[in-house]
Nanobody
Framework: VQLQAYGGGLVQAGGYLRLSCAASGRTFSSYHMGWFRQAPGKEREFVAAINRSGGSTLYADSVKGRFTVSRDNAKNTVYLQMDSLKPEDTAVYYC????????????????????????WGQGTQVTVSS
């Protein structure tokens, strides 16, 4: 599967952005999807994930209550709605696809690990000014 992330930009603190990640292929619904980010000089970190059906989600503590991950399997697209943005949210945001058959507790335990994901988009820059 090929992934194309877009929707990043420059926004003031307290503002919002909606990232989208479009996937190619007919098997999008068979992938768990994740969002990660990498700030300058820092390691890539987990942001949010959603399972294949969209019925389960997981968020990093730093974005919980501000970000919402969703997906539309009919449109082969996963979204990341980012509200109440903070300067520390500034980073390149990546979407990723996990083809594993994990579900339930096993999914929750592993979904935040970038090694679980086989396919990555090119990243989209999000800059939050103070």
């Amino acid at each position: 599967v090929q992934l194309q992330a877009y929707g990043g930009g420059l926004v003031q603190a307290g503002g919002y952005l909606r990232l989208s990640c479009a996937a190619s292929g007919r098997t999008f619904s068979s992938y768990h999807m994740g969002w990660f980010r990498q700030a300058p000089g820092k390691e890539r970190e987990f942001v949010a994930a959603i399972n294949r059906s969209g019925g389960s989600t997981l968020y990093a503590d730093s974005v919980k209550g501000r970000f919402t991950v969703s997906r539309d399997n009919a449109k082969n697209t996963v979204y990341l709605q980012m509200d109440s943005l903070k300067p520390e949210d500034t980073a390149v945001y990546y979407c990723a696809a996990d083809p594993s058959a994990l579900y339930g507790v096993s999914w929750y335990r592993k979904v935040a690990n970038s090694n679980e994901y086989d396919y990555w988009g090119q990243g989209t820059q999000v800059t939050v000014s103070s």
